[in-house]
């Protein structure tokens, strides 16, 4: 796994996803990709350990890459399925970011995010 880990954050260099600490807790975490639900730092890990692992098409096919899937997702609280589903609708949302209200792609230099937001992780909490 290459989900890099600080005090306030989790980042990976295979997936835009990121976990980062509740502003203002000591146990508190959430996933960018489901952050409706407060997660212990053990439950944010396997979480990026699950979107990594869900990110490559190939690993998925080995049946002990998907035990460790399912593993994950438990850790997490959710279904594999459901974590397959909510990381596929982030991915198409960043998609669609790229595009005018035509649907026709932004022109270069007029992107609405960031190119390097991929990897930078700014909790809500730092300035």
Do not use: Y
């Not at 609280?77 to 982030?90: M, P």
């Amino acid at each position: 796994m290459t989900v890099h880990t600080t005090p306030f954050t989790m980042i990976s260099d295979k997936t835009p996803e990121w976990a980062f600490r509740e502003p203002g807790s000591v146990a508190g975490w959430r996933l960018s990709w489901l952050p409706e639900h407060t997660l212990t730092e053990v439950q944010a890990r396997a979480g990026m350990e699950l979107d990594e692992l869900l990110s490559d098409p190939a690993a998925t096919q080995d049946s002990r890459t998907q035990s460790v899937i399912e593993t994950c997702a438990e850790v997490v609280g959710i279904r594999w399925e459901q974590a397959v589903v909510l990381l596929a609708k982030r991915i198409a949302a960043r998609l669609n970011q790229g595009r005018s209200a035509q649907g026709d792609p932004v022109p270069r230099g007029q992107a609405r995010s960031h190119p390097l937001r991929k990897h930078v992780v700014e909790p809500p909490f730092v300035h």
